[in-house]
């Protein structure tokens, strides 16, 4: 426990690199209960210098003794500044620009670029021209007086020797930017149109030759040490025993980079690349964790964040139960409880799948979006589901109560979105949906609609109490087994289920069940639902 961290976030100390790899979790809890467990997140801190060190690129204030400026009309031109390679002695990682404000009066620049020199001409080159943002992507920033503004972190790598240009634009409107005296030209600039963006300056004309200069010779110019960094981290992998599970990851710093993979904690012999294979699996190795410590000659060594092994057991695939609606005292052995971020359940919106029979994870997430959460509602008007009938009772019966309520907030135009990732490219699957409202059946019916699926077949209930033949004659749900959607009676004690079977998720592994309004009188529905969802793999 973290004496005072009781708020939905929680910011450390100063951190230091032995601390890199501690995890940190939350325990959220309300009147209801009980208290639900995040998942644990890694801490991966790098050395200092790792992340780029600035470089001072304009430093107004330095431009004429007093910071006093001539605001004769010099505005509205292109500056390029040259970053002399003299004064870049170390190769390194993506570096920041500084820009330092005058003593009194404020600047803009904007269309901030940096290029590598051509020879010694005004010419930069077109491979290396990297544009500069601020405050995460502005192109553009006002530099107090006074004051200093450093960019976003750049992809430019300083080349210790090589001059760069920096180059930008002074919009019209403003005191002009630049240093009166001088016998050195070292910053050229153009009138009348934005030029920040061109590489080459052989042939332009500069309408004015007097020595607007910045000496660089007196700036700082450094460059990162090129420690080892992590951009990349691993991810979780779920694999079928005994398939093999492959673990990578993304790195940065000045090569030669070295790699040492650990299981446990526990170093792995010979495992010294980005990536690492594992030994044919079996269902006991579910749950161990990898992670891999980075280095090279500059260091320190960085550890990445754990990636967590899923061991699923061979053949048969799995069968998970999800409910919507769960309150305290229902059924939860084996099954997961992920609902509507809205509402205040304490329960979460997003997670892994669990199989019914071992426990274990599917490798599947589930994520939930719209709605609403509510507690256990027992208004004689809107009750939860008890799926004791027909189809509901023989999926749900002595796995899912579904007798908490789950709303669609009462709006006609509010759906609940059920996304399925991870799914197997090469398997197929049966998804089954069960809600119930205890009145108003067809006034206030939901459509439950299957999408991003390759293919499937539609094998929900069909109703034979249907009262409405005139818009849903025969009383049938559904169209037949190629129709992407099922409706469901909100009055649903024969226990009809919307369910697709035979589905193909595609390459991407996705697929999404949404749930929307299909009632006859939108203005009466309310669309409070108790719950479930069935997932197998077939």
């Given at each position: 426990t973290i004496p005072g961290a009781t708020s939905a976030s929680y910011t450390t100390p100063p951190t230091t690199t032995a601390q890199s790899g501690d995890t940190f979790a939350v325990v959220v809890n309300n009147a209801v209960g009980p208290p639900v467990t995040s998942a644990q997140a890694t801490l991966t801190v790098n050395a200092s210098g790792g992340g780029g060190t600035p470089v001072m690129a304009w430093s107004a204030a330095a431009q004429m003794p007093g910071g006093s400026w001539s605001n004769s009309g010099f505005d509205n031109r292109t500056f390029r500044v040259l970053l002399k390679g003299s004064a870049i002695t170390a190769t390194g990682a993506p570096v920041q620009v500084t820009f330092r404000g005058r003593t009194s009066g404020n600047y803009t620049v904007q269309n901030v670029k940096l290029v590598q020199r051509d020879g010694a001409t005004l010419n930069g080159l077109d491979s290396t021209l990297q544009t500069v943002t601020f405050n995460g992507g502005a192109s553009s920033v006002t530099v107090p007086a006074g004051g200093t503004v450093t960019s976003d972190p750049i992809a430019f790598t300083l080349t210790a020797g090589q001059d760069v240009f920096l180059t930008f634009w002074a919009p019209p409107g403003q005191g002009g930017v630049y240093r009166t005296g001088g016998t050195s030209i070292t910053t050229w600039f153009i009138t009348g149109t934005d030029q920040s963006g061109v590489i080459d300056w052989g042939g332009l004309t500069i309408t004015d030759t007097r020595p607007y200069i910045y000496d660089t010779e007196l700036m700082t110019v450094g460059a990162t040490s090129g420690a080892p960094a992590i951009t990349t981290q691993p991810s979780n992998v779920t694999v079928t025993a005994p398939a093999t599970a492959t673990f990578t990851v993304?790195?940065?710093?000045?090569?030669?980079?070295?790699?040492?993979?650990?299981?446990?904690?526990?170093?792995?012999?010979?495992?010294?690349?980005?990536?690492?294979?594992?030994?044919?699996?079996?269902?006991?190795?579910?749950?161990?964790?990898?992670?891999?410590?980075?280095?090279?000659?500059?260091?320190?060594?960085?550890?990445?964040?754990?990636?967590?092994?899923?061991?699923?057991?061979?053949?048969?695939?799995?069968?998970a139960y999800n409910d919507l609606a769960w309150g305290t005292g229902q059924l939860e052995t084996n099954i997961t409880k992920i609902t509507s971020p809205v509402g205040g359940s304490g329960l979460p919106s997003t997670g892994l799948l669990k199989d019914f029979t071992t426990g274990l994870d599917t490798g599947v997430t589930m994520t939930v979006a719209g709605g609403s959460f509510d507690p256990i509602n027992t208004d004689a008007e809107i009750v939860g589901a008890?799926?004791?009938?027909?189809?509901?009772?023989?999926?749900?019966?002595?796995?899912?109560?579904?007798?908490?309520?789950?709303?669609y907030i009462n709006d006609v135009n509010n759906s609940l979105v059920l996304t399925f990732t991870g799914l197997t490219p090469s398997k197929r699957y049966d998804l089954a949906f069960f809600a119930h409202r205890d009145a108003n059946g067809w006034d206030r019916a939901s459509l439950v609609t299957l999408s991003k699926q390759v293919g499937f077949t539609n094998t929900s209930s069909v109703a034979a109490d249907n009262p409405d033949t005139v818009n849903y004659p025969g009383g049938v749900l559904f169209t037949g087994p190629?129709?992407?959607?099922?409706?469901?009676?909100?009055?649903?004690?024969n226990g009809y289920v919307a369910r697709f079977s035979n589905i193909d998720p595609g390459s991407d592994g996705t697929v999404v069940l949404t749930i929307s309004f299909a009632g006859n009188v939108p203005s009466q529905y309310l669309g409070k639902y108790g719950s479930a969802i069935r997932l197998m793999e077939q």
């Open positions: 993304g790195a940065t710093g000045t090569a030669p980079l070295t790699y040492q993979w650990r299981r446990n904690g526990t170093t792995i012999p010979g495992a010294t690349s980005a990536s690492y294979t594992t030994p044919p699996t079996t269902t006991a190795q579910s749950g161990d964790t990898f992670a891999v410590v980075v280095n090279n000659a500059v260091g320190p060594p960085v550890t990445s964040a754990q990636a967590t092994l899923t061991v699923q057991p061979p053949g048969g695939g799995f069968t008890n799926p004791t009938t027909g189809d509901a009772f023989t999926i749900f019966d002595g796995k899912v109560n579904g007798q908490g309520v789950l709303s190629t129709s992407p959607s099922t409706r469901l009676p909100a009055d649903n004690d």
